[in-house]
Structure formats: C-alpha cells, structure tokens
C-alpha cells in the first residue's frame, strides 16, 4: 500500500479531530486516585462501526457486551472507557456493569442504550463500582467538547502502564471532500499477536456502508495490530473499533474502487502509526524493535517468522543489551512454526546510525561488532531478514526486554 | 504413573551409577577459560540408543550429526559435549567439526567412529576450533573413570548459565536383577515445550531392544522435558539421549509387560527430576513454578493450559513479586489455544506454607492476600487448576521472571 498515492496528509489532534466527534475524560477514583480514569467518545450523528476482540477465550465483560452492540446494533454514537480495573473474570455481575452503565450514558446523551459501547482495562478479577461509573458518565456528557484538549483528556483516561497518550489524526480526499481518519489506543504491557491489551479507538468522518467498513477492518488488522508483540500474553480486553459517521458527505463507499482504497489506506496509516507507538511504550522499554521479514513463501509465514522474532525473549533481552547476536534471531525463525532453508537466510541490522549485513549464506559476515552496537543503540532499530524464498514481506513491532518490564510486572497490582 | 508399584529407590551419584559407564570431563578453553568445558561419556559394551531432538528448523551440525548416528547405527558407545560455542548455524564447517570430533574419539578410545554421538551448547554462529577438541578427546579417554567425581567432572563441563549441576540416578527390580537409570543434563535458558536448550544424557545398564527403548523415549519425553519452559525459546540444539548397555544382564525387554512397565517409570522418574531441575535453574529464577492442570477435556489441552500459564511471562513476573494475580492465570489459560469455559475453572495456589483456592465458579474467592503472597515467596510453588471439563492432567514447570533473567540474557555473549 503506498500511502502517497492517496496524498494522505498526517494533522495535528486525536479523535476530535473528524467531524462530529466529541470527547471527555473525567475522574472517578475507580481504582487510581487523582487522574482521569474514565473516557467518553460520543458522534453528534449516528455512526456505522466495526471492531475486532481480543482472540482470548476469557474475554472481559466488556468485550462480550461491544461484540454483542457491533453484531446487532443499527448504529452508535458513544464509547465510555475505564482504567484501573478491567470488568473480566466477574461473571455475571460483570455484565450488569455494562448495561447499567450504557443506561447512565443513554440517559444523560439522550440516545438509545445499545448505541453505546464499552470498554475497560486494568486489573482482572476485580469489580468495578458502577456507582462511580454512572457518576462519571454523567459528568462526561457534560464535558463533551470537539477540542484537541478533549481528545488528549480521553487519551489520558484509559492510560494505564502507558507512559506516553497515542493519537494520530490523518486528511485524505475522497470523492472531492476531505475525509478524516483519528485515533486513540492504550497498549503497553500484555500486547501480542491476535490482539492484546489494547483499546483502539478510531473515529472518522467518511460516509461508508456497514459492508465496507467490516472488509476495511479485517483485512488491516492482520497486518498492523496483530503485528505488534510486547510480552506473548494475548489479554481478555483488547478492543479495535472503528466508527464512522458520515459527516464528510463523500459519497457513500458501498463497493471496491479507488474511494475505498483511498479510505483503506487513511486507515492502514492510522492503525500503523498507533500499532508501532504502542509497542515502542512496551512496559519498561527503551527502543521499538522492527522485524521486517521479506520474499518469504507465504504472508502467513512471513507474518510468522517476524512475530516469532519480534516475540523472543531472548531477542529482545540482547537488543536491550545493545547485543548482536544474530544466532538468537535463527533461532527464534526457527521455532516460528514457518518451514524454510536455514542457509539461504540473510540478516541485516538497520537503524538511524547505518545497516549492517551480520549473516548471509550460512555464515555469519565478517561484520565490526563496534558498528552493530552503534547500529543497535538507536531508539528505533530493524531487523531485515531475506529468507529468499518466495516473495512475501510482513512488519512485527516489538521492544526490547528491560529490568523494568520486570519491575513493573512484579508491582503492577501493588 | 505410581513410583511406588515398582519400588524405584533413588541413589547418589550421576551416569557413573550405571554398570558399564564411565565419564570424564576437561578443560579444553573452547570459549570460556579456567574451567570444564569438554564432557565425555563411554560405555565399556556397544549400547542400545534412542533421542529425541530440537524441533527448531534451524538444527545445530550436532543434532544433525546425532540423528544421522542414533537412526543409523548399530550401536553406540560414547558421547562427546561441549559448552561455550554451540556449534549451530555455521553449515558444512560445523559438520566437519562434528565428523573430526568422532573420528578422534573412535581412534583413543578403540570403537567404531559411528558409535560416537557428538553434543554442543553456547553460542550461536561462531566456529569451534577442532584442534582443542580433538586434544581434549585425547585426555578425556584418558582420564574415564567410572567415579561419582568423573560424573560429576562429565557434568560441570557441560554447565552453560546453570548454577547447579544436574543429576540423578534410581535403581529398580527387573527380572530379578537390580537395573540402574541415572542421567545428568543441563539446561537453563531457552527452555521450552518441543525440546529445548537443553543436553541431557540418560545411562542404563538395563537390556532392552531398541524398539522398546525408542518407545520409552517418545512416551515419556511429552509429559517431562516437553512440559518445561523458561523463556519461550526453542534451541538449536536440544538433545536427549538414551543409551542402555545390557549390564544389568536382565531378561531382554522387548516388548510390553511388567518389566517394561517398571523400567519406564525408572525412566519416567530420572526424567521428570531433571525437567524439574532444569526448570528451577532457569536463568534468574527464584523459585520452580509447577503447573498442574486437572479434569481438562483432553490429555493435548490439559498440556497446553498448564504449558501456557508456566510460560507466561505476567504470570511468571507476578511469581517474582508473590502477588496472587489470578486474572493473569485466567489470561495464560485462555490463550493457550484449548477451548473451555471460564466459569468452570477453579484455582489453587499452593506450597510447603500451605494451600489457598483463588478464583471458582467465575468469580475471585475471599481469601487473604497475606496468605498468598505467604504461600507464593516459597522455593517451589504449585499452581493448581481445575477445568472442571474431563479427567485429563498435566504439569508444566516452569520459573518466575527475575531482573536477573534480564541481566544475564543481555550480557550472554559479552
């Protein structure tokens, strides 16, 4: 997909920065104390979505009552997220928080029930008051604004381990208008293949039948959020939406053609963007880890043999170690589950301080270890390995294993 | 499997507990220096062998050269290991370093150089020099002996990032003879289901046909060196070998029964200690973290449930830091790839400090924290979980994620 083709133009601002999206983060001691911890997202206009889950059989009650809302309602218009407490393992009870507090939302933004989604992250096994949550909404729907200070206040309310908000908000020109695509995610710790312990909210402008959505989302995410690996734990959580209502007046998108191209690909940049800055704020790390798998046999192999390295513990512990060890990086392509001829496989290490060919031909290269450390120092580094086998090419995104990714997962519930 | 009904009696000592074996150990300065690193195991009478390999496409020259052997030959009598270069990704050289190896074995120590198997371990990607192994070769058939210190030499020679050497040796009634099994193994990192980081070596005086003794291994092997995990990483150059030389001069075992029935679980016993022991050692841990996973719906489920917890690394760092965060345990299950229901599950947490239920019928129980995180700061934790769905069990062992593990996986090679 070649982003410039569609003149895709990246903008300052998250959600709010497509029309007709408001957004509020409020305070609601739900588990922290003296930060916002609850978001809402709410469309003027009714919006067509589409999602994607967590691939976890435990999956939170807040992901069963969103898959329920995408599958069966006409429309939505609000997303209202917690931090501090996830809503999962709590059976029964779990799920009357959801519908008490779509209630509240329902009531205070005067739009049906099931127009509302939901969404939790924190810690498993505890329940959250819905006394606060009902409490919360109501003082969201007062704090509605369609400003860049509304967008970051519902960033900074599902935070969690994050260090850091993510948004990212692109223009792009369909049918003649200009069409928006924003985002926000958390994600940090527990993010992996198959989506993990992330929220991903997408808001646009464009006018797109509910078909074309659900295609758009499908055939993304494979290749972006399912790329994106911090810990190998796949979380009860991870919630994708994508909402979109209509208020750029591009002419409907119901079919394949280049207004849908031109969307798929605002999207693709949107997903990407917020997939690699949730695995560069992995919990405890200090550079993004970029594995670029090419000319393998099938996407699904290569997709597999990035992620495995991308995943490995090992990997990672020597990238945070600044460590070449291009013998950890075989063999983390050799457990990948994917089928390949180990000496056809070549190994290059790139980052903003050179590239450097380490492994080639069933050898390693006569490479200066001095230059591999300089190359591995850098924030954000890639692995580029040619399997020189067939012609498919698949990114993962990871980071490198630090002392804090154990540090904080010792204390995390402390 | 009862222990008891065959009466196996654990015994001091290593290999050299087998009659017939003789061990041996050197330092040979193939990477590190001042210490062994050159191990050598021989039997006075050709032996019967069986193995099980990495599952890893990229396989070190060693592994190829010993599946060659072990489906190839007669017979076999002595096995040479190094520590410090694995010996792995480095094509036809490697395989040259193997065949010179065994060439010299055969010549000091007067057998047919396919009767020689070949081990590695360390780093990847760099080249042994085969003039000190070829010299080592030399002293070592010197200095064989069939002492508890020449087992205990064999196995400090091949200690990588272990703290402790393995072994283990039990003695059991067949046939009216008294047959020994001991093994020594090492194996710290990159420990992981589908055998992994790991060498180890089984010797038994027991006679039994070579269809037998491949059966024992590929029965056993899935419910013990299969069942522990360390980081995830699957090596290049996992090996697991089975020799028996006949000296116990009991009946020849060649088909089922009672006697072969009693030298698997001799067998079962010697394997399932050193996974146990293996995964204790696993590099930076704290504490062994057994899994055992009851009543699942099948004995492939029941793996991957008690698999997928003990390879967790939030389940494994909330071990480091004694919190009982059971919603992590309830994560690890529900991406383990089994289907179940949540509702259903109950878990345990248990130790020498007592035992606690956590979470049953979908919900967190009552229990004290303090009594927790009492149970969970001791040496050896088990985690217990009921599916409440069929009668199949397993355990895993696994270990907590410490700084440590860290530490030394981003200084290995330095």
Not at 84 to 100: E, F, S, W
Not at 200 to 212: G, V
Not at 316 to 339: E, H, I, P, Q
Request: with cysteine.
């Amino acid at each position: 997909m070649n982003d410039n083709k569609y003149k895709i133009e990246k903008t300052e601002g998250g959600v709010t920065a497509a029309k007709g999206f408001m957004a509020a983060g409020v305070a609601a001691g739900i588990k922290y104390t003296d930060r916002k911890d609850v978001a809402m997202i709410f469309s003027e206009s009714p919006a067509t979505v589409a999602g994607m889950f967590t691939s976890n059989v435990v999956k939170a009650a807040p992901v069963l009552y969103d898959m329920d809302i995408v599958s069966s309602s006409p429309f939505v218009q609000a997303v209202v997220a917690n931090s501090g407490i996830a809503n999962a393992a709590t059976g029964k009870d779990g799920m009357d928080i959801c519908r008490k507090t779509a209630e509240a939302a329902a009531a205070a933004l005067d739009i049906p029930e099931n127009a509302v989604l939901i969404g939790s992250t924190g810690v498993i096994g505890e329940l959250i008051d819905v006394k606060k949550l009902e409490t919360a909404v109501k003082e969201l729907s007062q704090s509605l604004s369609d400003t860049r200070q509304a967008a970051a206040d519902a960033e900074a309310a599902i935070m969690t381990t994050d260090t850091v908000p993510k948004e990212v908000a692109v223009r792009v020109s369909i049918g003649g208008r200009t069409v928006t695509v924003a985002g926000m995610s958390k994600g940090s710790g527990m993010i992996h293949p198959n989506m993990c312990t992330m929220l991903a909210y997408i808001c646009s402008d464009c006018n797109i039948s509910k078909e074309m959505l659900e295609k758009c989302v499908h055939t993304d995410i494979p290749d972006t959020f399912n790329m994106i690996t911090v810990d190998g734990d796949t979380s009860t959580n991870d919630t994708y939406l994508l909402m979109c209502n209509g208020r750029a007046d591009n002419p409907l998108i119901d079919g394949p053609g280049d207004d849908y191209d031109a969307f798929f690909a605002a999207v693709h940049y949107v997903n990407t963007h917020l997939a690699r800055a949730m695995a560069k704020d992995g919990e405890g790390a200090n550079r993004l880890f970029e594995v670029t798998v090419k000319n393998a046999d099938t996407k699904e192999n290569a997709r597999k043999l990035a992620r495995s390295v991308a995943g490995s513990s090992l990997c990672k512990a020597a990238l945070f170690g600044c460590d070449s060890n291009f013998g950890r990086v075989l063999c983390a392509l050799g457990y990948s589950g994917a089928d390949f001829d180990p000496e056809k496989v070549s190994i290059d290490y790139k980052s903003s301080a050179g590239a450097i060919n380490v492994f080639c031909a069933g050898h390693k290269t006569g490479y200066s270890e001095e230059e591999a450390t300089a190359i591995l120092s850098k924030d954000e580094v890639t692995y580029i390995i040619d399997m020189n086998e067939g012609e498919e090419t698949a990114t993962a995104w990871g980071c490198d294993l630090s002392y804090d990714y154990v540090k904080i997962n010792a204390d995390y519930r402390s």
